[in-house]
């Protein structure tokens, strides 16, 4: 091949490009070239920051845990959450099952242990009602997770489609639309939340009879609906501001000078270069989110009965807390380990991915 | 005042009006969606009696025109009488209940302000020893957990463990745990405050300028840290009269206190209609009165923030 070849002499006066410098690279040149460090990502090198942050990644090894405990533990539990020991088709209610303090058996059930058989044991006890403590607990904890998750979403998809309209088409689009957010954003936030659940108990409640939202209860459906209609706005604003900036840029205007619609452009160039701060407020809007149901359900207003939550089992225990106090401290813990390890987890993220909004 | 200033101060201001409107709006016209009114839950009266009661409250007038009148009677601090209670205007009921809920508050106000600045200040300027690492410890900890938790623990250990202090709200002993459960929140959050902007202060060109000129190290700190740092403090009164409001209502539940959170939460269950209304344009209009001061106090405070 050319390589091979002798080089042809230079003629002096030759305008042409001295042909001598374009030898092949020696081999320690070429040594310069090596990559001492792997190729990374954006994602490869915020998971690294992120396993180095020691808090955070017990934060999120404590989450995985009761994740994994609310979803498995239910299906190999032998009591189910709503089920009341004592009680059995046509008899009177064996009050040996209410109020067990933890490992401790009813009436029954001793009677099968005496004659040898083997009892699953009521680790926390039983409640008022002689239902299993210990599952309810972690009944609870999976309501409470789940709500935190899907409010989440819905404030995600609201507050994003909302930011993102605002701030793309700027101008009265925007005073317009951020005005509405800064009367939404003003108004007392918990009050309205009691408000609108009060009412909406009752108002929800002919709607879904029978049908399969009556078993989610009014209370969890008008949190819901509580925050589809007014929790949005932080993450709105947020986005909002990153897509006023971030229009500004070059590529944006070479997608919209070769034809892009607006659609496209938001989805394709804008919200991708704002993706951190969209992960990281809406890992930080769940314990929020778990915050506001706990505190519903412990007024009263959450989950409707026989369905637990970590607030409504706290609130329940209040009325006996001189003589059975660890069943309000299980789940006050339990709440206290989900809202603190989420927003550490949360803080730990947003340190990973995106080190500039720290402050 | 330039009238830049005047400017924003009238914008908020009538953003403000706007919003107790919304707020009025929305309680008056949601509370009555409620189908069949506030007296179904009533052991079913007779067609006339309801008739009476109706006539009696207004509730058979066309819906605007009862909105009209209510809108007219608060206005006038005047929200109708207690369907539940009888013989007392809501406006009496909220007045003494606001009596014990405002000693509440401004006494877990004082001691958050207090502690949260001392403490903040303290972990700013011993920033890294253990003094420091403990108060941030405790701060985030109390920041994410909620109050009503907090309260519940303070009331197993003091009251049910140690049988230090009484359970119950009414008594000027058994406000002490009710005032702590209030505060930590704000206390945390004001810490947290304190201490960035502080150690964002100590390491300013003047205090330097301060230090070497011989200024005297507690001066330095009163006089010309911590006025310069204290800006984000006073800007975090109106979400902290927030958070102690909403806050109260669970705080005063567990403790017992007779104060305007136990109405407003007691109301709820006796679906007394009139009473929650009440409360809760009362308890807004004060979030978002205290909401405006500390915006229009941020921009007098410090000229350095851009008027927009």
Redesign the interface.
């Given at each position: 091949m050319s390589e091979n070849k002798k080089m042809p002499k230079k003629n002096p006066l030759s305008f042409q490009l001295d042909l001598s410098k374009f030898t092949p690279a020696s081999e320690e040149e070429k040594l310069q070239q090596v990559q001492m460090r792997e190729r990374t990502t954006f994602f490869k090198d915020g998971m690294r920051r992120l396993w180095k942050n020691k808090i955070a990644m017990t934060c999120f090894f404590i989450i995985l845990i009761i994740l994994l405990m609310v979803v498995f533990v239910p299906m190999v539990y032998p009591y189910s959450y709503e089920q009341q020991l004592g009680l059995t088709q046509g008899q009177s209610v064996d009050s040996s099952y209410l109020n067990l303090k933890p490992f401790e058996y009813g009436a029954t059930e001793q009677a099968r242990i005496a004659a040898g058989e083997k009892v699953f044991p009521h680790i926390f006890g039983t409640d008022t009602a002689g239902r299993d403590y210990a599952i309810r607990v972690i009944y609870g904890a999976r309501v409470s997770l789940l709500v935190g998750f899907f409010a989440s979403i819905i404030v995600l998809i609201i507050g994003v489609t909302y930011g993102s309209i605002a701030g793309y088409f700027g101008g009265k689009v925007d005073l317009f639309m951020m005005r509405i957010v800064?009367?939404i954003y003003?108004?007392?936030d918990?009050?309205?939340i009691?408000?609108?659940s009060?009412?909406l108990k009752?108002?929800l409640a002919?709607v879904i009879e029978g049908s399969w939202f009556s078993k989610l209860g009014t209370g969890m459906i008008s949190i819901f609906i509580v925050f589809t209609l007014l929790y949005w706005v932080s993450m709105a604003r947020l986005i909002r501001g990153q897509i006023l900036s971030i229009k500004q840029e070059e590529y944006v205007l070479t997608a919209k000078s070769i034809g892009a619609s607006a659609f496209r452009i938001i989805r394709k160039h804008i919200l991708p270069n704002c993706i951190s701060i969209i992960i990281i407020t809406t890992a930080l809007q769940i314990?929020s989110a778990i915050?506001t149901e706990?505190?519903l359900s412990?007024?009263?207003?959450g989950v409707s009965i026989p369905m637990p939550s970590l607030?409504s089992l706290?609130s329940d225990a209040?009325t006996g807390?001189?003589s059975y106090?660890y069943r309000?401290?299980i789940p006050?813990v339990f709440?206290?380990l989900i809202?603190?390890s989420l927003?550490?987890l949360g803080d730990g993220l947003r340190d990973a991915f995106d080190p500039k909004l720290k402050? | 005042m330039n009238t830049k200033l005047a400017f924003y101060i009238l914008k908020r201001f009538f953003l403000a009006l706007l919003t107790i409107f919304l707020v009025i709006m929305i309680t008056f016209f949601v509370m009555h969606a409620i189908p069949g009114g506030p007296f179904l839950s009533e052991k079913s009266p007779s067609p006339e009696v309801t008739a009476a009661l109706e006539a009696k409250y207004g509730l058979d007038k066309p819906i605007m025109e009862q909105f009209w009148t209510y809108l007219k009677g608060v206005l006038k601090f005047d929200f109708g009488p207690s369907i539940k209670q009888r013989g007392r205007s809501v406006t009496n009921i909220i007045l003494e209940g606001f009596k014990v809920s405002a000693k509440l508050g401004l006494a877990a106000a004082g001691l958050a302000i207090v502690f949260g600045l001392v403490l903040g200040s303290l972990a700013a300027v011993f920033h890294n020893k253990v003094i420091d690492k403990v108060t941030m410890v405790l701060s985030t900890a109390f920041v994410a957990i909620p109050s009503f938790i907090l309260a519940t623990f303070l009331l197993l250990i003091f009251c049910v463990k140690l049988s230090w202090l009484p359970a119950n709200g009414s008594t000027a002993g058994g406000l002490i745990l009710p005032i702590i459960a209030l505060s930590l929140y704000p206390m945390a959050y004001i810490i947290r405050l304190t201490r960035s902007s502080m150690l964002d202060v100590l390491g300013q060109d003047y205090i330097r300028t301060a230090r070497a000129k011989g200024v005297k190290p507690n001066r330095v700190l009163f006089k010309h840290a911590l006025r310069n740092a204290i800006t984000p403090v006073i800007t975090y009164a109106g979400p902290m009269i927030a958070f102690i409001v909403t806050g109260s209502l669970v705080v005063e539940k567990i403790f017992a206190v007779p104060g305007l959170g136990k109405y407003f939460v007691s109301s709820i269950f006796n679906r007394d209609y009139t009473l929650i209304m009440g409360t809760t344009i009362f308890l807004a209009t004060l979030v978002i009165f205290m909401m405006l001061i500390s915006d229009i106090l941020y921009k007098v405070f410090d000229p350095r923030v851009e008027l927009s």
């Open positions: 800064d009367i003003s108004l007392p918990l009050l309205m009691i408000l609108l009060v009412v009752t108002v002919p314990p915050f706990s505190f412990f007024l009263g207003l607030g706290a209040l807390i001189y106090a309000l401290v006050a709440i206290c809202v603190l927003n550490l402050n | -």
